[in-house]
């Protein structure tokens, strides 16, 4: 199994973003369609695949798994699974993404599970928008639960996707939650991924026009990241957290893309603006097929990894993509 997973650019692939299921108890606007249908749950890959991919994964260099969906924890055993998660692999960098609507009972266990990195989707700080965003009357909950989180040890990233429109005249409230708690929050530009989202150019609040608005409000220091991801980020004077912003939009950080995806029924993807998928799930329910045929597949994936920008060009003109953002996971 030896060998890193470099691509055909260079690009060394260590973190993985795994689905863990396409269903979610919001129903955002921007992400996921009005009609929504679920994979059938034989098409989702049990914990224990996941488990064996991850391992996999561990072996050809992956150093970080993100957990990902729809939304997680709506998952069944999704808290146990994290535990062994963290009990098999306690190398690999542990994390998830989530709405944070129903993790309160799980946050204590969550601090100590070996999962210690959250980011947290909210992407108002208004009650009444929140509701009509998501479809939930469930702000202050998310709100609360951040502050759970910090309270109990973890690192938390607010990630909140800058919509013209809809949260642009923001920013002075999302500042103050990044001065007064030590939270990284970072705007994420608006993807034409998915139908109905309602993108266009024109609602795309664009990473350079936030941090040019945010700083005649604040002033904002650039922070040189140790280990770079794809947000650029800023400190705040006298402030316990910080603002990030990340650009797949305007500023594709593709030259530098690390990621691999793991979607809820086993697919591997390369690159979020590419529909390429290669199919996993049937190698590992296959009784005489081992780990070493689906690393074959995993090599083949990253020998085509593409450098995404003229994917991401030709969504530009169409504005939409058949594929959903709930069953990528982000
Ligand atoms: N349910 C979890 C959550 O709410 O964070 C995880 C899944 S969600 C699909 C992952 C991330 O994708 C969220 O931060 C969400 O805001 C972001 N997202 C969804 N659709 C998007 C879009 N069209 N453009 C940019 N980000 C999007």
Redesign the pocket.
């Known amino acids: 199994m030896a060998g890193k997973l470099l691509d055909a650019h260079g690009r060394k692939a260590s973190y993985m973003r795994v689905?863990v299921t396409d269903r979610?108890n919001?129903l955002?606007r921007?992400?996921a369609s009005k009609e929504r249908v679920f994979i059938p749950h034989d098409r989702i890959l049990r914990y224990e695949e996941i488990l064996r991919c991850m391992g996999i994964a561990r072996e050809l260099g992956i150093e970080k798994v993100r957990f990902?969906?729809?939304?997680?924890f709506v998952r069944k055993g999704f808290m146990d699974f994290v535990e062994e998660a963290g009990r098999r692999f306690p190398d690999l960098t542990l994390a998830a993404?989530?709405?944070a609507t129903i993790i309160g009972k799980h946050i204590d266990r969550l601090a100590t599970s070996g999962l210690s990195r959250v980011?947290?989707?909210l992407?108002t700080l208004d009650r009444d928008r929140y509701r009509h965003m998501t479809g939930r009357d469930l702000f202050q909950v998310v709100r609360d639960n951040i502050d759970a989180c910090v309270d109990a040890g973890m690192t938390v990233k607010v990630?909140?996707?800058g919509v013209r429109g809809f949260n642009d005249d923001e920013l002075p409230a999302f500042l103050e939650l990044a001065r007064t708690r030590p939270v990284d929050v970072r705007f994420?530009?608006?993807?034409?991924?998915?139908q109905d989202?309602g993108?266009s150019e024109g609602s795309v609040w664009t990473a350079s026009d936030i941090i040019r608005e945010a700083s005649e409000l604040e002033k904002l220091v650039p922070v040189a990241e140790r280990h770079r991801g794809p947000a650029t980020m800023y400190a705040l004077a006298a402030g316990k957290g910080r603002l990030g912003v990340i650009s797949?939009y305007s500023n594709h950080f593709c030259g530098s893309c690390n990621r691999l995806r793991l979607t809820s029924e086993g697919d591997l993807r390369t690159c979020l603006f590419s529909d390429r998928v290669f199919h996993l799930r049937k190698i590992l329910r296959h009784p005489r097929l081992k780990d070493e045929h689906v690393v074959r597949v995993v090599r083949t994936a990253l020998k085509s990894k593409p450098i995404g920008h003229d994917l991401l060009a030709a969504k530009r003109e169409r504005g939409v993509c058949s594929t959903k953002?709930?069953a990528?996971?982000?």
């Open positions: 689905s979610c919001l955002c921007y992400c990902t969906g729809g939304e997680p993404t989530t709405n980011n947290i989707s992407d990630n909140a996707v994420i530009e608006f993807m034409p991924i998915g989202t993108w797949p953002m709930a990528i996971g982000g």
